[in-house]
């Protein structure tokens, strides 16, 4: 399977159970839509809620070429191969240029066969879904929706609040939503952070405020502690995306030269093997500097 297809892989995650129990209500609100800021911990918590419960999941990892139904509908016929259903069926159609006059009718019939395919209790992922925001994709989100089976979830994450085309399912009382206000880290939630990366527990207070909940602050600022002085407490996190590029650069900055040199290298590349990153910087210890960062939760994730 491609790296699309592929759940990522976590190292050590905190399992959160607040936001794990409302995500057992998903039984009576097939459609879950987790929104939130970039760093929130949004994927983490899906992939660890449905590992520590035994779900079984597909996962896709929208991009902006979804924008293109034929794209969307060839990766998702890829990633049905992948369900191991019972029986000889036939391929899930093509989105050729005769169905183009026609998008929600065909993505109806695609998403009947498609979920037919699933096996009872498994979950869909869609990853990123704001990467395709305001495209044809909402039709096809629209048409997911609408042919969801009982027995069958759906699980989206993106940055932006329920789109429109699921108004109807959640006027139904079908969809159950999470946001910046469910994903926040409680106090308790940033002590077990910070436990689990070794720092001393009375500075779980003090990173809880300047943090605000933010799960990509947090793990920047204990990075920070770890290698030189702390940010000053009154620094303004409400511009999430220019803080945490400020971090990133503070820990960019103090690693070493040869890891610099490897994610400046591989940096237009939007996923790789150790194999390719080793070829690409020259640097025969690729891989070990590829694990240690995606361990350290910084500046990769690892599928597959």
């Not at 026609?102 to 395919?117: V, W």
């Not at 990173?207 to 605000?212: E, I, N, V």
Request: charged residues 25%; contains cysteine; hydrophobic residues 40%.
């Amino acid at each position: 399977m491609i790296a699309k297809l592929t759940s990522p892989r976590l190292h050590g995650p905190v399992e959160r159970e607040r936001l794990f129990s409302l995500l057992d209500r998903r039984d009576a609100h097939p459609i879950v839509w987790i929104a939130g800021p970039p760093g929130a911990g949004k994927t983490t918590l899906v992939v660890s809620y449905l590992r520590v419960r035994g779900v079984r999941s597909h996962w896709y990892q929208v991009d902006g070429g979804d924008a293109d139904p034929a794209a969307l509908f060839l990766y998702l016929g890829e990633l049905a191969k992948s369900f191991g259903h019972r029986g000889v069926r036939s391929a899930l159609p093509y989105f050729t240029p005769e169905y183009r006059d026609d998008l929600p009718g065909f993505a109806r019939r695609y998403f009947r066969d498609f979920f037919e395919r699933m096996r009872p209790g498994d979950v869909l992922v869609l990853d990123n879904c704001h990467e395709c925001a305001g495209t044809d994709f909402d039709e096809v989100l629209r048409a997911a929706g609408a042919e969801l089976p009982e027995g069958i979830g759906l699980i989206a994450i993106s940055r932006a609040q329920l789109p429109s085309s699921l108004a109807r399912e959640k006027s139904a009382g079908r969809v159950l939503e999470l946001g910046w206000e469910q994903l926040r880290l409680t106090a308790q939630e940033t002590e077990q952070v910070v436990a689990a990366a070794g720092v001393d527990g009375v500075e779980a207070t003090r990173l809880h405020c300047q943090a605000d909940g933010w799960v990509a602050g947090l793990t920047l600022l204990v990075a920070n502690l770890e290698r030189g002085p702390a940010i000053h407490a009154s620094m303004d996190l409400t511009s999430k995306e220019a803080v945490f590029d400020y971090f990133a650069g503070e820990v960019f900055d103090r690693a070493p030269a040869a890891t610099r040199d490897l994610l400046m290298r591989t940096s237009l590349l939007p996923e790789m093997t150790p194999e390719m990153a080793a070829a690409i910087s020259g640097n025969p210890e690729a891989g070990k500097v590829l694990d240690r960062l995606y361990r350290r939760q910084y500046f990769t994730s690892r599928k597959g």
